[in-house]
T-cell receptor
Framework: DVKVTQSSRYLVKRTGEKVFLECVQD?????MFWYRQDPGLGLRLIYF???????EKGDIPEGYSVSREKKERFSLILESASTNQTSMYLC????????????FGSGTQLSVL | GENVEQHPSTLSVQEGDSAVIKCTYS??????FPWYKQELGKRPQLIID?????GEKKDQRIAVTLNKTAKHFSLHITETQPEDSAVYFC???????????FGAGTRLTVKP
């Protein structure tokens, strides 16, 4: 069974802090994604990566950056956390083509105070 | 880019009734349409998907229909059960583009 692991289930940070959200998958998937989930807005794509060191902006990349130094790991970085970035963050991975099942992590609930 | 709209945002049905959730998409090049179910406190999981070369797909009590001309697709759940209560997300993607866009979600409640 594919496992997508997010390092933290809950995280509380202060405004202005630099925040790292880590995601690791164990199925050698090429594609990895970061989504943000907010009530009434569904899942919004922040960034995705289709290969090591490759990244593409999604719909809401402002205030975020990503890093993919190894195939299995995709990190989301909040350079200077703000209160409007309080949200549930979901990582996902999929095989070579995105027209395949997405495997999601359990999510990280981030609160920025 | 692709834009996916989903309706209704909430849906309440009696156990045993049918439930229908509808989605529209904007980019006619989209050719893959999955549906994800997210139970409370859990991760989204794929329940059914359809590709643009077919108009309907069934899996037991769940079915999805696709109308490419109108650019909309729907999820149909028959004989609903309390365990069907969850948030359902539709999504669309374009082959060759390595991303997927989701609808805003529908919270389905099945009353015993």
């Amino acid at each position: 069974d594919v496992k997508v692991t997010q390092s933290s289930r809950y995280l509380v940070k202060r405004t202005g802090e630099k925040v790292f959200l880590e995601c690791v998958q164990d199925m050698d998937h090429e594609n990895m994604f970061w989504y943000r989930q907010d009530p009434g807005l569904g899942l919004r794509l922040i960034y995705f990566s289709y290969d090591v060191k490759m990244k593409e902006k999604g719909d809401i990349p402002e205030g975020y950056s990503v890093s993919r130094e190894k195939k299995e790991r995709f990190s989301l970085i909040l350079e200077s956390a703000s209160t409007n970035q309080t949200s549930m963050y979901l990582c996902a991975s999929s095989p070579r083509t995105v027209n395949e099942k997405l495997f999601f992590g359990s999510g990280t609930q981030l609160s920025v105070l | 880019g692709e834009n996916v709209e989903q309706h209704p945002s909430t849906l309440s049905v009696q156990e045993g009734d049918s439930a229908v959730i509808k989605c529209t998409y904007s980019d006619s090049a989209s050719n893959y349409f999955p549906w994800y179910k997210q139970e409370l406190g859990k991760r989204p999981q794929l329940i059914i998907d359809i590709r643009s070369n077919v108009g309907e797909k069934k899996d037991q009590r769940i079915a999805v229909t696709l109308n490419k001309t109108a650019k909309h697709f729907s999820l149909h759940i028959t004989e609903t059960q309390p365990e069907d209560s969850a948030v359902y997300f539709c999504a669309a993607s374009i082959e060759g583009n390595n991303d997927m866009r989701f609808g805003a979600g529908t919270r389905l409640t099945v009353k015993p």
